[in-house]
Structures are given as structure tokens and as C-alpha cells.
């Protein structure tokens, strides 16, 4: 009687574009851990290495690695990631496109993001204006982010630069949700600037820092009534 022989079953598939780095494997898990070090200066070093790398366009997990660092303590770091992400999804439409699954991982965290990751966010958009794109194309993918902004926007403990860019954002990325709030808060400093026109003899103080958003919101309300 002759045995059927079947062939070993393949554990690992090795793809292309991961041929010549799983050679780097080793060096790869070490700056993958250090991206969670509590040392500032170890999880830039592991975002020096990824990149020297050419992995961050190319492996799901350390994409959706370096989303999770969106929240990192360190404001130059963060401003780092966005770079790194904002570039990712530019050469979507570009000649080097990042693998599908990188798209789908890095969509997966950020589509999950609520006002604290966007709180931090704006952080680096107040700290850095070259961080604008990346950061409109990041919460582009986000749905929830819009009512995230509508609700920094209207936080009148909220510092007033984090709130200028909130609804510069919303204006820029297109959140209609937002409307609302912004309408609330453009009726609002409305009312507060005509009284104090009728009260000057009380001294502006908080009111009139809040009242330098009034023609940041009314320029984004023009832009989201386009789309209604």
C-alpha cells in the first residue's frame, strides 16, 4: 500500500515587498519596542530607525504602531508621526502607494479616535503649521471628527489657539456636523460683542480673546454651507 504523502503545510508566506527587511527582523522588533519606551529619547530613536528602515510605508502593524503614538507625551514626536502617516496616505494616489492593508490598519485606529487623540492633535497644528496637511488628512478618516472639533470648539475652558484650529479644521476637511456649533458660537460672540460696544466701561478680559474666533468661525461656516 502506498502512503499519500501531503505536503508540509506553509506556516509563514513571505511577501515581496517585505523580502529584503525580514533579513532586518531583529533590528525591526527593537525599534518597534522602543516606539514604547518611557524615555523620550528612545522613541525617537526607534522612529529614526523605522524610517531609516523603509518600513512605516510597508508593514500594517508598525503603521498602526506609530497611530498609537498620535498621544505621545512629547509634542516633537507626535509632529514626527503625523509627518510619517500624512506621507503614507499622499503616496496613495502617488507612484509608491503603500499595500492596501497598511491603509486598512492605519484606518482601523485613527476611525476609532475620539476628542482626546484630536485634542493632541490640534496640540501640533497650534506648535506646528507644517503639520496642517498631514493633520487634515488624518481626520479626514475619521468620522467621528467632527463632533470631536464641534465639541473643542465650544469648550470655553479649552485654550483659544486649540480652538482656532479646531474650527479651522472643520472648515478645511468638510464636517458639516459641525455646523451647528459653530452657528451657536458665531450667535454667541455676536451677542457678547454688542455688548460690550454698549458696555465699555467693563473691562474685555477673557471675552475679548474668545471674541478673535468670531471671524475664524464665520470663514468656516461660509466654507461647510458649500456642501449643504
Request: charged fraction near 25%; hydrophobic fraction near 40%.
Amino acid at each position: 500500500m502506498v502512503e499519500n504523502k501531503r505536503s508540509q503545510p506553509t506556516l509563514f508566506t513571505v511577501r515581496d515587498t517585505y523580502s529584503e527587511t525580514l533579513e532586518l527582523v531583529p533590528e525591526l522588533w527593537k525599534a518597534a519596542e522602543r516606539l514604547t519606551s518611557p524615555d523620550d529619547r528612545e522613541r525617537e530613536k526607534g522612529i529614526s530607525e523605522l524610517i531609516s528602515q523603509d518600513v512605516c510605508h510597508q508593514s500594517p502593524l508598525i503603521a498602526y504602531l506609530l497611530a498609537t503614538r498620535l498621544t505621545d507625551p512629547n509634542l516633537e514626536i507626535r509632529f514626527h508621526v503625523l509627518q510619517i502617516l500624512g506621507d503614507i496616505l499622499r503616496r496613495r494616489d502617488g507612484g509608491h502607494a503603500a499595500p492596501d492593508s497598511v491603509h486598512r490598519h492605519l484606518q482601523g485606529y485613527v476611525s476609532q479616535m475620539r476628542r482626546r487623540q484630536i485634542f493632541a492633535i490640534l496640540q501640533v497644528a497650534e506648535a506646528y503649521s507644517a503639520a496642517e496637511d498631514d493633520i487634515a488628512a488624518i481626520l479626514n478618516m475619521c468620522s467621528y471628527a467632527g463632533v470631536a472639533l464641534s465639541g473643542i470648539l465650544s469648550d470655553r475652558k479649552a485654550p483659544i489657539p486649540i480652538r482656532q484650529k479646531a474650527i479651522y479644521f472643520c472648515g478645511r476637511v468638510g464636517f458639516v456636523d459641525a455646523v451647528p456649533a459653530l452657528e451657536r458660537l458665531i450667535s454667541r460672540l455676536q451677542a457678547q460683542s454688542e455688548k460690550q460696544t454698549h458696555m465699555d466701561f467693563v473691562s474685555p478680559g477673557e471675552n475679548m480673546l474668545e471674541s478673535s474666533l468670531l471671524i475664524y468661525a464665520r470663514a468656516a461656516l461660509e466654507k461647510l454651507k458649500k456642501f449643504i
